[in-house]
């Protein structure tokens, strides 16, 4: 009786269990097949972006070199009028920016060597924004520095900067 129930509930010309296995393949098939279609995007993704942020490296080495001329200079109004973003400087007073960055000058010294930790490139309805991170060396205590910076013209603009100490 039970059979017959089994039976009775499987559409017709269908042979039970057995239509199971052909599913199960036909399904691994397919996801395999997305699996190794998202894997050559994101491949490709990497390439592309790795190539994207090597064409604005020198570019953003040349202003992160910049920044740390001016600031080892104690030339904050410098860093502030021409290299801070509108944002930045909406944000932050001269004053207050100021006072920042002489504070962690007296703090930690001035600059005397960088190596890039990380680097990363945003596509934004902004522009291009690219954050990089660098390992300082300072006279008195080494530090994390992160610039967030900001693609304007041919240049790039500063649009936050943070210390953390190592």
Request: positive net charge.
């Amino acid at each position: 009786m039970v059979d017959a129930l089994k039976k009775a509930g499987e559409p017709k010309g269908t042979s039970g269990p057995q239509e199971v296995r052909p599913l199960k393949k036909r399904l691994l098939v397919v996801l395999g097949a997305a699996a190794v279609v998202l894997g050559i995007g994101f491949a490709a993704l990497a390439f592309f972006g790795h190539r994207t942020a090597n064409k604005y490296e020198s570019s953003v080495e040349a202003f992160v070199t910049r920044f740390y001329r001016h600031y080892n200079a104690r030339d904050t109004k410098y860093i502030y009028d021409t290299m801070a973003d509108e944002i930045l400087r909406r944000a932050t007073p001269r004053e207050k920016f100021g006072e920042f960055l002489n504070g962690t000058l007296a703090d930690f010294g001035e600059v005397t060597s960088r190596s890039r930790s990380q680097w990363h490139v945003d596509f934004q309805p902004l522009g291009v924004i690219y954050k990089v991170d660098y390992k300082t060396r300072r006279k008195k205590k080494d530090t994390l520095d992160s610039f967030t910076l900001r693609k304007k013209g041919k240049d790039w603009v500063l649009q936050s900067y943070f210390m953390d100490v190592e």
